[in-house]
Structures are given as C-alpha cells and as structure tokens.
C-alpha cells in the first residue's frame, strides 16, 4: 500500500461580473482582467476570448512549470518563448455535430536557453507533462499536445 499524505486541496477562486452578453470582467487575488468576443461575433474585442484565455494559460503554466521543475534540478533554464496554436473543431459549439474534443490537436512550441544537458532537458519535459496542470488537463481531455522545444545549450 503507497504511503501517500493527505493533503488539502488549495480553493481558486475567481470572480466573473458580464457587463454584456460577450464582455466578462474576471477579479482574483485584487487582479482583473477581461475576457470578450470580436465583433464578428458580437464582442467588444477588448480582450482575448475563451479559447484564447484557455490557451493562454498553457503557455503560461508551461514558462512556470518548466521553470520551477529546472530550478529543482539545479540546472540554469530560461525559456524565451512559448509559441501556441490550437487547431479548434468548432462543430460542437455550432450544435453542428457532436464533439468530444474541441481542441484535437495543440501545437506547442518552445524556445529555452539552458547549461543543462539534453538528457536533462528530456527528463524536464517528461516531468512538466506529468506536473503543467493546463497540459494534463487538455490532455486527458483528449486533446493531443504536440510539442516541438528548440534548445540553446550553454557550455
């Protein structure tokens, strides 16, 4: 039997106030942000949309996972960009066809600088798969992340 700690779970919570039907005004922790449409599809675009925010926040779990996971190895790594594209199947919202996922496939790509070697970057990547939250949720969503890391090795 695995020895495992209980452990509380941490509440986040957020806030939404929908000034209209598109424009949502999102509070946390004494931030905001906003969250809109365009206005092809009858938004305001003063802000990213859903889909936009959503992966938004792999990229960016993706920069501090990483990041965390490298300075627990010990091992200089500076990501210097983080590039996304999701390729949506918008079918579902459209009530069009039934959808299991709407994000099939996410191109992730990754630029990062780093004194650490190939293999422990390899071991870095395996690790922030299985600790990015936003990756594991996708994933086991059914979206499939492929992910492409070009690497500078510093000597």
Not at 29 to 49: C, L
Not at 126 to 151: F, H, Y
């Amino acid at each position: 039997m695995l020895n495992i700690k209980e452990h509380k779970l941490i509440k986040v919570a957020l806030e939404g106030h929908t000034p209209t039907h598109s424009l949502t005004e999102v509070r946390v922790r004494g931030h905001s942000f906003v969250i809109d449409e365009p206005p092809y599809r009858h938004g305001t675009d003063v802000g990213p949309t859903p889909l936009e925010t959503l992966l938004g926040a792999l990229v960016a779990c993706t920069n501090v996972i990483s990041c965390r996971i490298a300075s627990e190895m010990k091992i200089d790594f500076k990501v210097d960009k983080i590039d996304v594209v999701g390729h949506l199947d918008h079918r579902g919202i459209d009530r069009v066809a039934d959808v299991p996922v709407p994000f099939p496939s996410i191109e992730l790509h990754v630029k990062a600088t780093t004194s650490g070697s190939e293999e422990d970057i390899a071991r870095l990547r395996e690790d922030m798969n299985l600790r990015c939250p936003m990756s594991v949720i996708l994933r086991q969503a059914g979206s499939k992340i492929i992910e492409t890391w070009t690497i500078s090795y510093k000597n």
